[in-house]
C-alpha cells in the first residue's frame, strides 16, 4: 500500500478519463468531437497553460446531471484510495458548469453524493474547495460565491484558477474578503505561470493561506524567505508542470530547492487524468527522476497532512500513520 497522504490540488474535473468522457457523452447523448479513446489521448498534448485549458473546458460538457458529477467523484475516490490517499480536498469550478446551463445544485449534489459515503467506502475524508474562474469577472464570481451560500456546510475553502497571466489576484480582493466574512478558508493559484509578484498578490491582498503551485516564488528571494518563516504551504503539481511546460523535465523540477529552502511542499496530482499519473505516481516519479529517497517521501506525506484543513485529531491520528509507515 502506497503512503498515507493527503491530496490538496485536485481539480474534480481534471479527473474525467476518457473512458468516463465517452461513456458519459453516449448516456447524454453527446457526440464528442474526438472519435475514440485513443484519439483523445492523442489530443493531450500541451504547450501551456490555455493549451490544456482549451481542452479541459470542452471535454466537461459531457457533465450534466447529479448522476454524472457523482459518478466522476466515485471515480476519483477509487483511484485515489489506490495510491494512499487518506483525505482529499477537492477542488471544482462552479462557472464551467453554470456558464452551460448546468445548475450550482447538479454540481454539488452530485459531487456530494459521492463524497458523502468516502470516509466508509475508501476510507478517504473529503472537503470541497469551490474555485472562481479568474478569467472570468469579479462580479461573476462574487454572484458565484453568494448563490453557493445555501451549500456552505460542504465547502471548506474558495479557490482562484483558470488562466493566471494577465488576471492578478488584486482582481479577486473583494470576493475573497467576502468568503472570509462567510468564515471559508482561502487559497489561490499562482506562480504557476504568473510571476513571484502574483503569489505576493495572493497572501497580502486575497489572504490566501496555501499558495497552489507557488514554483516561480523562486524567482524572488525574499518572497522565498518569507514563505520559508510563515510556513505558507505550496501545494505543487510536478506532472502538470512538465506537461504544462513550466519545467522542461521532471529531473529539472525545483522542488527539492524548495524543500532545501524549508518550505512547506506538498505533492499532488492536479488534472491527473490529463496530466500522466494519480498522486502516488508524482511521488513516485520523484524519486525515478530526482532521486528523493523515502524519508523524503514520508516528509512530503507529513507535510500533506500539515498543510490540509483538517481537524486537528483526525490530523494527528493520520500524521502518527504516517510515522508508523514502512517503506
Ligand atoms: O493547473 C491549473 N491551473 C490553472 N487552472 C486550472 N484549472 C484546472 N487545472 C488548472
Ligand atoms: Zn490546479
Excluded at 457526440?31 to 497553460?49: E, K, W
Excluded at 518563516?229 to 522542461?248: D, G, I, K, Y
Excluded at 530547492?257 to 511542499?265: F, I
Excluded at 520523484?286 to 484543513?309: C, I, K, P, V, Y
Aim: charge should be negative; glycine fraction near 6%.
Amino acid at each position: 500500500m502506497a503512503i498515507p497522504k493527503a491530496e490538496l490540488h485536485i481539480h474534480i474535473e481534471g479527473t474525467l478519463e476518457p473512458e468516463l468522457a465517452f461513456h458519459l457523452a453516449d448516456r447524454n447523448g453527446i457526440t464528442l468531437p474526438h472519435t475514440d479513446v485513443h484519439a483523445l489521448r492523442d489530443a493531450y498534448s500541451f504547450t501551456d497553460l490555455q493549451s490544456f485549458l482549451n481542452l479541459y473546458y470542452e471535454l466537461m460538457d459531457v457533465l450534466r446531471t447529479e448522476a454524472d458529477f457523482h459518478d466522476l467523484a466515485e471515480a476519483y475516490l477509487t483511484r485515489a484510495a489506490a495510491q494512499g490517499v487518506r483525505h482529499a480536498e477537492i477542488f471544482f469550478d462552479p462557472q464551467a458548469h453554470t456558464g452551460r446551463g448546468v445548475s450550482l445544485d447538479t454540481v454539488i449534489n452530485g459531487l456530494a453524493s459521492a463524497l458523502d459515503t468516502s470516509l466508509e467506502r475508501h476510507n478517504i475524508s473529503t472537503s470541497l474547495i469551490l474555485c472562481f474562474l479568474r478569467d472570468r469577472p469579479a462580479t461573476e464570481a462574487m454572484d458565484t460565491l453568494m448563490a453557493a451560500r445555501p451549500h456552505l456546510e460542504r465547502i471548506s475553502a474558495v479557490g482562484l484558477d483558470s488562466a493566471e497571466v494577465g488576471n492578478p489576484p488584486e482582481k479577486f480582493t473583494e470576493v475573497f474578503a467576502a468568503a472570509a466574512e462567510l468564515g471559508l478558508r482561502r487559497v489561490a493559484h499562482a506562480g504557476e505561470e504568473g510571476p513571484a509578484s502574483y503569489i505576493w498578490q495572493a497572501l497580502n491582498l486575497l489572504g490566501a493561506e496555501r499558495i497552489d503551485h507557488g514554483i516561480r516564488c523562486l524567482e524572488d528571494p525574499e518572497l522565498v524567505s518569507h514563505l520559508a518563516a510563515t510556513q505558507v504551504p505550496l501545494t505543487v503539481c510536478p506532472f502538470s508542470n512538465v506537461r504544462l511546460r513550466a519545467v522542461a523535465t521532471l529531473a529539472d523540477h525545483p522542488l527539492p530547492a524548495l524543500m532545501e529552502a524549508g518550505l512547506l511542499v506538498t505533492v499532488n496530482s492536479d488534472d491527473p487524468s490529463y496530466f500522466g499519473g494519480y498522486v502516488h505516481d508524482n511521488y513516485r516519479g520523484l524519486q525515478e527522476h530526482l532521486g528523493l529517497d523515502t524519508e523524503q517521501l514520508r516528509t512530503l506525506a507529513r507535510n500533506s497532512f500539515t498543510a490540509s484543513f483538517l481537524p486537528p485529531e483526525r490530523r494527528r491520528a493520520l500524521l502518527a500513520e504516517v510515522d508508523a509507515y514502512t517503506f
